[in-house]
């Protein structure tokens, strides 16, 4: 399986579904907080993205959590 990066903020609450949901599925993903990892936020923004939750899985970016592309590309 693709590794799986997850974008997130302290205060978002679609972060925490998106984190819940694939923990949920026994997937493992690495956290970068943008409110707490100025790297994580430069890359996000490098990325052209400014909101969160941004979900990478391999070459793909779901933007949002969005429950029926994460399962379409985690089988």
Known sequence: ???VKVYTS??????TMAKDYLKEKDVEFEEKNVQSDKEAR???MAMGY???PV???GDEEIVGFDK???DE???
Do not use: H
């Open 50 to 52: 400014t909101g969160v």
């Open 10 to 15: 302290s205060t978002c609450p679609y972060c």
């Open 55 to 57: 979900i990478c899985i």
């Open 68 to 70: 029926n592309r994460l």
């Open 42 to 44: 430069d890359e996000l």
């Open 73 to 75: 590309l985690l089988k």
């Open 1 to 3: 399986m693709s590794k």
